[in-house]
């Protein structure tokens, strides 16, 4: 099946720092999502983005389909940024969604 | 728009017992997604339908787990004789068709 490998696993920044999250994945995809995960465990999404880039806010991604990874991109951090990003793709028959292991970040003060 | 709905939100229950977890999808969705998440781990797939139809199930639902979605609107998830290794975080995810999933808060499970 699909791997999906993300990195850093973890990031600790200073708040009004910008950082990139990358996600690698191997196999053609019909969907890509990145999340967000509260405290509480609920998934806030993110962005729903198979292929280009779109922004949203202090939140940007890029997807190149063609070679198989994703970036997010965060600028001018808050601590209200912490918490774990996930993302997570579908292949070309399955409906499922494959999550990777997730980036823990921490935004400090 | 409501948002995907889980109950109960969480769930303490003795090793050996029965529970039953439910979740109500966002209204014009036609599929429906179960997915598991331990501790420092991403979610995992267990299974999914369209409509009512069970379209796919991974191996990590063993025969104790049982879903159903009887009249392609909400889903109930049944876990049997529960074990110490089932308890996690379940989230239910709906969408329509190929397309974005959203996800409910999740019912987090103890098995003490």
């Known amino acids: 099946g699909i791997q999906v490998e993300q990195s850093p696993p973890d990031l600790i920044l200073q708040e009004g720092a910008n950082s990139t999250l990358r996600c690698n994945f191997s196999d053609s995809v019909n969907n890509l999502q990145w999340f967000h995960q509260n405290p509480w465990g609920q998934l806030i999404n993110l962005f729903y983005i198979p292929s280009g880039t779109k922004q949203n806010g202090r939140l940007s991604a890029t997807t190149v389909a063609t070679e198989r990874y994703s970036l997010l991109y965060i600028s001018s951090s808050q601590t209200t940024d912490s918490g774990v990003y996930f993302c997570?793709?579908?292949?070309?028959?399955?409906?499922?969604?494959?999550f990777g292991q997730g980036t823990t970040l921490q935004v400090k003060p | 728009d409501t948002g995907v709905s889980q109950n109960p939100r969480h769930k303490i229950t003795k090793r050996g017992q029965n529970v039953t977890f439910r979740c109500d999808p966002i209204s014009e969705h036609n599929r429906l997604y179960w997915y598991r998440q331990t501790l420092g781990q991403g979610p995992e797939f267990l299974t999914y339908f369209q409509n009512e139809a069970q379209l796919e199930k991974s191996r990590l639902l063993s025969d104790r787990f049982s879903a159903e979605r009887p009249k392609g609107s909400f889903s109930t998830l049944e876990i049997q004789r529960t074990e110490q290794g089932d308890s996690a975080m379940y989230l239910c995810?709906?969408?329509?068709?190929?397309?974005?999933?959203?996800f409910g808060p999740g019912t987090r499970l103890t098995v003490t």
């Open positions: 995810a709906s969408s329509f068709g190929a397309n974005e999933q959203y």
């Open positions: 997570a793709v579908n292949g070309l028959i399955t409906g499922k969604l494959i």
